[in-house]
């Protein structure tokens, strides 16, 4: 049952990013990297449903991932990215080509080994403190000069360098929502709310989020998904060894 809960996650995590993308490749082109993109698509139904869709399958990601061992769980999340691609077909009618999944199969699970290798053995693990955490700024321009070299091209290659700056920077976030989450665990909630990386989380994940529409809105979905999903365990990696 847990497994099954973990391929359903996937495959909700995979449809919600097709539907986002399919809203964002419809916009004007001229939105690319615009706050009007974020403002037209609040009024899709289609992008909305898309949100939500891919909050369910996160929801159930954490459900699979607490009852799951991480060596297992990992690797049925990260197929999210093939139920992606081919989801695409029927839904926006994007051709996929064999050596695309082929590809899919192959970078997620480089993908699941990436993330099963920063979870095991974590216990006992102590957090950076801030001064720990020019790590994350040197990410973050790394992520700023793909951005840069994305905004002076087009098409896909444009989808694809932004791609890679927005999976950056949701490492950057995951990295956060970890620190987060134990400081959750052992201190009251007002402390949570009182301390930095909360905040820092919030406008780390609204920045993945806008850049990774951004490079939906360049090209069709196979220019940007895998650029995302490789470059984010890659982040939350350099985090993890230069932080934690």
Same mark, same amino acid.
């Given at each position: 049952?847990? /497994?099954?809960?973990?391929? %359903? ?7 919600? #990013? ?16 615009? +706050? ?14 898309? /949100? ?18 991480? !060596?297992?769980?990992?690797?049925? +999340? ?11 077909? =029927? ?15 192959? +970078?997620?699970?480089? %993908? ?59 490492? /950057?976030?995951?990295? +956060? ?10 201190? =009251? ?7 930095? =990386? ?6 780390? !994940?609204? #920045?993945? #989020? ?15 998904? =895998? ?9 939350? /990696?350099?985090?993890? %060894?230069?932080?934690?």
């Amino acid at each position: 049952m847990n /497994i099954a809960i973990a391929l %359903v996650a996937a495959a909700l995590v995979g449809a919600g #990013l097709v539907l986002q993308q399919q809203s964002a490749e419809q916009a004007p082109k001229s939105y690319f990297l615009h +706050l009007r993109l974020i403002a037209e698509l609040l009024h899709k139904r289609r992008w909305l449903a898309g /949100i939500g869709i891919m909050a369910a399958g996160q929801a159930l990601s954490v459900w699979a991932i607490g009852h799951l061992e991480l !060596s297992v769980a990992e690797p049925l +999340l990260a197929t999210s990215l093939i139920f992606a691609l081919l989801l695409a077909v =029927p839904l926006t009618g994007q051709r996929l080509q064999r050596s695309e999944l082929l590809g899919a199969v192959l +970078l997620s699970g480089g %993908v699941a080994a990436l993330s099963v290798s920063r979870s095991v053995n974590s216990e006992g693990l102590r957090f950076g403190s801030a001064a720990d955490w020019p790590a994350a700024a040197a990410i973050a321009v790394i992520a700023f000069c793909f951005l840069r070299a994305g905004w002076r091209r087009s098409g896909q290659l444009r989808a694809t360098l932004t791609g890679i700056a927005s999976g950056l920077i949701f490492g /950057i976030s995951d990295a +956060l929502t970890r620190q987060t989450v134990e400081t959750a665990g052992g201190h =009251p909630f007002v402390t949570v709310l009182t301390s930095w =990386p909360v905040y820092c989380l919030v406008a780390a !994940s609204v #920045l993945g #989020l806008w850049l990774m529409e951004s490079s939906f809105n360049a090209a069709p979905l196979n220019a940007s998904l =895998p650029a995302i999903t490789a470059a984010e365990p890659v982040a939350g /990696i350099a985090l993890g %060894v230069g932080v934690f």
